[in-house]
Every structure is written in structure tokens, then in C-alpha cells.
């Protein structure tokens, strides 16, 4: 059975990961609307993307608060692990492969970001 605060913990990041993914699906279609130059939908999606973005946010604060409020094993741990230190335990693991998976969207995401940042600034200059 799974230690509460790590369970929590991974609720959270499950439900980050569910977010990052709104994001990236929205991302993908605002870079598709840019190229078929389709300004109302870019328009639209950039306001729909705003939504999930606020949410990524106030997930990253209650995972803080989350870790802040553990026992300080738990948060040196969490610590460790975000650092990317080896698991030490089945819950670790968990959480670890978790932390992964959400840092292997957002690596993706990223650079989609930085292409359409470079297209609007282009197309406003």
C-alpha cells in the first residue's frame, strides 16, 4: 500500500500531466492554425490555452504546499527526486516515473512554444 503523501503527491502530478497534455493538444493546433494562416482559430485557441495555463499553476502551488506541509523525510525525498536522483522505494518509483512522464511532455511542448513565439514575433514585426 502506497504511503499517503506519496499517493497524494501522485494524484497531483497525474492530474499536472492531464493538464500538460490540454496544453500541448492546444499548442499543436495553435501551430497548425499559424500555418494555414487561420487567425480567427489561432485566436480562439490561444484563448483556450489560457485556461489550462492558470490551472498548471495553481497545480504547481498546491503540489508546493503539499510537499511543504510533509514530514521532512517526505520533502527531502520529493527534493531528491525532483532533482532527478534515484528512487529509493516502490512509492519513489512511482512518483519518480510520474515526474518523468510530465517532464518528457513539457520537453516537447517546449520547443512547439518557442516556434510559434518566433512566428508571432515575425508576423508582428
Known amino acids: 500500500?502506497?504511503?499517503?503523501?506519496?499517493?497524494?503527491?501522485?494524484v497531483q502530478l497525474r492530474k499536472?500531466?492531464?493538464?500538460?497534455?490540454?496544453?500541448?493538444?492546444?499548442?499543436?493546433?495553435?501551430?497548425?492554425?499559424l500555418d494555414r494562416n487561420d487567425q480567427t482559430s489561432?485566436?480562439?485557441?490561444?484563448s483556450m490555452r489560457q485556461e489550462p495555463i492558470l490551472t498548471l499553476q495553481?497545480?504547481?502551488?498546491?503540489i508546493e504546499r503539499i510537499c511543504e506541509g510533509s514530514p521532512p523525510d517526505i520533502q527531502a525525498r520529493?527534493?531528491?527526486?525532483?532533482?532527478?536522483?534515484?528512487?529509493?522505494?516502490?512509492?519513489e518509483?512511482?512518483?519518480?516515473?510520474q515526474l518523468a512522464?510530465?517532464?518528457r511532455l513539457i520537453d516537447r511542448l517546449v520547443p512547439l512554444d518557442?516556434?510559434?513565439?518566433?512566428?508571432?514575433?515575425?508576423?508582428k514585426a
Open 58 to 62: 495553481e497545480q504547481d502551488k498546491t
Open 114 to 123: 518557442h516556434r510559434l513565439q518566433k512566428v508571432l514575433s515575425v508576423k
Open 101 to 103: 512522464q510530465n517532464r
Open 16 to 33: 499536472r500531466y492531464t493538464t500538460l497534455n490540454q496544453v500541448y493538444d492546444l499548442t499543436v493546433q495553435m501551430g497548425q492554425a
Open 78 to 91: 520529493w527534493k531528491a527526486l525532483c532533482r532527478g536522483e534515484a528512487a529509493e522505494n516502490d512509492d
Open 93 to 97: 518509483s512511482r512518483i519518480a516515473n
Open 1 to 10: 500500500r502506497m504511503n499517503e503523501q506519496w499517493m497524494v503527491m501522485l
Open 42 to 46: 489561432f485566436s480562439i485557441l490561444l
